[in-house]
Structure formats: C-alpha cells, structure tokens
C-alpha cells in the first residue's frame, strides 16, 4: 500500500493506492482500490531473488550471434 486517500466513502470503507506486484516482487502497475480496510491481511510471500530471476529475450529484439 502506497497510501491512504482522502475520499467520502461509505463506513468502515477506504480508498487506497497501491502497487501490483509481480511474482519478483517488483512493482508492475499503481492502482487505486477501494476496500475494507478490516478485511485485509498481510500476505508474506518472499520474492524471488534478483541474481535467480531467468533472463528471457524480449520479444522482437533480435540477438546477435557470431
């Protein structure tokens, strides 16, 4: 969670930013969620380490060989 906004809502309710993270742990995308705070749990799942990640071409980018 980035942070907490400040927005008219129903009760026990809020508007949050957040980043969406990728299975690294890295941040993909800002979205802004609005939730019960009361529901939410922390969610522990260790990232991927950067020196594991497999490093994949990216799609139309040739590779020079030779």
Do not use: C, K
């Not at 979205?31 to 939410?40: S, V």
């Amino acid at each position: 969670m980035i942070r907490h906004l400040d927005r008219t809502t129903y009760d026990g309710w809020a508007w949050v930013d957040v980043y969406q993270l990728d299975r690294h742990g890295d941040a993909t995308q800002r979205r802004a969620l609005f939730l019960r705070p009361a529901g939410m749990r922390p969610v522990n799942v260790p990232p991927v380490p950067y020196a594991e990640r497999r490093s994949r071409p990216r799609s139309g980018v040739a590779s020079v060989t030779g």
